[in-house]
């Protein structure tokens, strides 16, 4: 069975950082590409980024380009999320997913387990 555990989110003020981490199971974890999503009140789920499996290609939605960087370690079974320069407009929950495949992607439907979400506020 796949499981997915986000940690690491919490209150930060607008201009500071935090590092969300998703430790995953139940897959050969290095095979898979990992993705961030988020889903703000009222809003739907959204892309943040995405790593492949095996190269650790990743890509990036427009709206957090320069200021994420998604980040994975095979030998921990873990993928990060370093969030800097936060501004108000990222709070949401920010959910960890696990591919059915290595190449990695924007869409929802490429992402077979999700995590329960960890919430990032950012204050103004």
């Known amino acids: 069975q796949v499981q997915l555990v986000e940690s690491g989110g919490g209150l930060v003020q607008a201009g500071g950082s935090l590092r969300l981490s998703c430790a995953a199971s139940?897959?050969?974890?290095?095979?898979?590409?990992m993705g961030w999503f988020r889903q703000a009140p009222g809003k739907e789920r959204e892309f943040v980024a995405a790593i492949s499996g095996s190269l650790g290609n990743t890509y990036y939605a427009n709206s957090v380009k320069g200021r994420f960087t998604i980040s994975r370690d095979n030998a921990k079974n873990t993928v990060y999320l370093q969030m800097n320069s936060l501004k108000p407009e990222d709070t949401a929950v920010y959910y960890c997913a696990i591919s059915g495949g290595d190449a990695p992607g924007w869409s929802r439907l490429l992402y077979d387990y999700w995590g329960q979400g960890t919430q990032v506020t950012v204050s103004s």
């Open positions: 139940g897959r050969t974890f290095s095979s898979y590409a």
